[in-house]
């Protein structure tokens, strides 16, 4: 029997493109490539038997061009905590090799990178709120983030915009935007100031995409 298992995420994201990331419109990207970390944390998820809640994880990719090109670089950090059963787990959904072909971005991205890099076993400090579009990262010697709302310059209050995905998308079907500030080091080396930042449920099983 196949493998039977959900993940749903708490998710922060944050990329190099401006706050109108094209990829989310089919539209190219703001700097004709693509460099980006999420960041996540379990709040429900099994896979068979071992259960996966509580479990942080994060998820690392430059593309040289469009990420549609290829030639992607990635490379997946897991909670510490996790045991051995959980830590392969993780790993096998966050890889993309554990759903139908394409049915969620994991696999997506995978199916585009070309180059792997060793799976980290890390302290993944994440505070992170959808609602109020606030996030903050440490991982040690590899990713330092922050994400918050966009700021209205007219009244200096939280400009509040988001995106609805009722068909046709194999990440998320609502996600909340904002802005993020993002450092990474180690193996894959990126940087960005203020750019597009994602606050979003990512909740997927062996099908894909689940639509709740």
């Known amino acids: 029997m196949p493998d039977q298992w959900e ?28 460099q980006f970390a999420y960041v996540g944390t379990i709040v429900e998820g ?7 809640a509580g479990l942080n994880w994060a998820l690392l990719c430059i593309f040289p061009d469009e990420i549609a090109e290829g030639n992607g670089k990635r490379q997946i950090l897991i909670d510490e ?4 059963a959980q830590r392969i787990a993780v790993e096998t959904i966050v890889s993309g090799e554990a759903c139908k072909p394409l049915s969620n971005h994991f696999s997506v991205f995978g199916s585009l990178c070309t180059e792997f890099f060793e799976t980290l076993f890390l302290p993944i400090e994440l505070e992170v709120n959808l609602e109020r579009r606030t996030a903050k990262v440490e991982i040690p ?11 209205n310059e007219f009244d200096g209050e939280p400009f509040h915009i988001a995106i609805a995905r009722p068909t046709g998308s194999f990440e998320f079907t609502y996600g909340e935007i904002g ?15 203020d750019s ?17």
Not at 200 to 212: A, F, M, T, W
Request: proline share 2%; charged share 15%; hydrophobic share 30%.
């Open 179 to 193: 802005r993020g500030t993002t450092t990474v080091t180690g193996d894959l080396e990126m940087a960005f100031e």
């Open 141 to 151: 010697g590899v990713v330092k983030s922050a994400g918050r709302p966009i700021i």
């Open 81 to 84: 905590r996790a045991d051995d």
């Open 196 to 212: 597009w930042a994602l606050f979003c449920v990512h909740h997927y099983n062996q099908d894909g995409l689940i639509r709740s």
């Open 46 to 52: 099994h896979f068979n038997d071992t259960s996966l």
């Open 7 to 34: 993940f749903m995420s708490h998710t922060y994201d944050n990329c190099n493109c401006s706050v109108s990331c094209g990829c989310q419109f089919n539209e190219p990207t703001t700097h004709g490539n693509c």
